[in-house]
């Protein structure tokens, strides 16, 4: 065991303590693996024990970042292309894509983004209307919504929606 005094280093079995003050306190082990004294100025600098605390840090970022990276990494069940009718009872394509862009086949070709609300993906067309499409058991189900249209009024069209893609 090697002592010196005050602002020097002393080494006690391979563990270093620096002196910061100028009286002596008793050191006791906490539970990273370093030691201190209670309202003392002296404070371990243990390889060991920064080591733990590095490990520590980076593990719970880790953990912090997957937890809220995993729902954006998941699909959605609505990305895809979807068959529905139009208010005439035309057959065309709906595509939702995982990045919340959506596009259609009907006319000269809308546009639009949508996101996931509850059991519905809600769509946004560049024309003004919404879509939505509804989970209903088993089976799904598209409404749209003219321009200004509420979404809990009635809508102007609906019809079955089955995900072919």
Known sequence: MALEWIGATIAFGGEKVRCQGHYVAPLC???LGGTA??????????EEATMRKELIITVAAGCLIGMTSLPALAASAFEGV????????????????????????????????????????????????????????NQYHKAAYRKGQSLDAAPANSSDAQKVK
């Open 29 to 31: 082990r906490n539970s």
């Open 37 to 46: 004294s209670r309202g003392s100025h002296w404070a371990l600098y243990s």
């Open 82 to 137: 979807w068959q529905v009718k139009d208010t005439a009872g035309k057959p065309f394509e709906i595509t939702l894509s995982s990045g919340g862009a959506a596009k259609a086949t009907r006319g000269e070709g809308m546009t639009g983004t949508w996101k996931e609300e509850g059991d519905a993906a809600v769509i946004t067309w560049n024309t003004g209307w919404t879509t939505k499409i509804t989970k209903q058991g």
